[in-house]
T-cell receptor, first 116, second 112 residues
Framework: NAGVMQNPRHLVRRRGQEARLRCSPM?????VYWYRQLPEEGLKFMVY????????ESGMPKERFSAEFPKEGPSILRIQQVVRGDSAAYFC??????????????FGPGTRLTVT | DAKTTQPNSMESNEEEPVHLPCNHS???????IHWYRQLPSQGPEYVIH???SNVNNRMASLAIAEDRKSSTLILHRATLRDAAVYYC?????????????FGPGTSLSVIP
């Protein structure tokens, strides 16, 4: 059973460009979470999605960031007009059910975004 | 989610047992205790979780105090590969959301 897959693993963008990060959850998982880890900082929750629905986006920056998890295909985290402060590792996780605290989340290897 | 307190860092000798403590004095009756770890340059990895009783799996053991205000993650024989940041996290089964709130964790160094 393949784990959570993220691509690309490394992404370099110039200021003002767009970054698209993709996440394929584990087979059978319909819940996806995105987290961000800034250099030398801890992991911060960004957004929680189910298929075609955003459930909790309380950790998303108000501007330039969006996420989707379509009926078919991977979840996408999109960052428009990137700035240097967006440079970070972005991790995706999935879980087998929406309920809840009894279940672990499985994390992908992350996408390391560098904005030059 | 209720707050947890962990030491910032710990050291262990290779092949020795390691006991990683976590205090959670404000834990509620519906909070599960989860442990994750993050190896350098990797994503977090689930280690173990429990509610009231001690738990064992192939990676570690979780000892939960009788009053549930503290817990200890036990690595029975530390290897160099166990050097990581270990996060103790409480997750409320009543919450509407599944997000995991990570604290600073304990950075474990393993000395050969």
């Amino acid at each position: 059973n393949a784990g959570v897959m993220q691509n690309p693993r490394h992404l370099v963008r110039r200021r003002g460009q767009e970054a698209r990060l993709r996440c394929s959850p584990m087979k059978g998982h319909s819940h996806v979470y995105w987290y961000r880890q800034l250099p030398e900082e801890g992991l911060k929750f960004m957004v929680y999605l189910q298929k075609e629905n955003i459930i909790d986006e309380s950790g998303m920056p108000k501007e330039r960031f969006s996420a989707e998890f379509p009926k078919e295909g991977p979840s996408i985290l999109r960052i428009q007009q990137v700035v240097r402060g967006d440079s970070a590792a972005y991790f995706c996780a999935s879980s087998p059910t929406g309920h809840r605290a009894a279940y672990e989340q499985y994390f992908g290897p992350g996408t390391r975004l560098t904005v030059t | 989610d209720a707050k947890t307190t962990q030491p910032n860092s710990m050291e262990s000798n290779e092949e020795e047992p390691v006991h990683l403590p976590c205090n959670h004095s404000t834990i509620s009756g519906t909070d599960y205790i989860h442990w994750y770890r993050q190896l350098p340059s990797q994503g977090p990895e689930y280690v173990i979780h429990g509610l009231t009783s001690n738990v064992n799996n192939r990676m570690a053991s979780l000892a939960i105090a009788e009053d549930r205000k503290s817990s200890t993650l036990i690595l029975h024989r530390a290897t160099l590969r166990d050097a990581a940041v270990y996060y103790c996290i409480l997750r409320d089964m009543k919450t509407s959301y599944d997000k995991v709130i990570f604290g600073p964790g304990t950075s474990l160094s393993v000395i050969p």
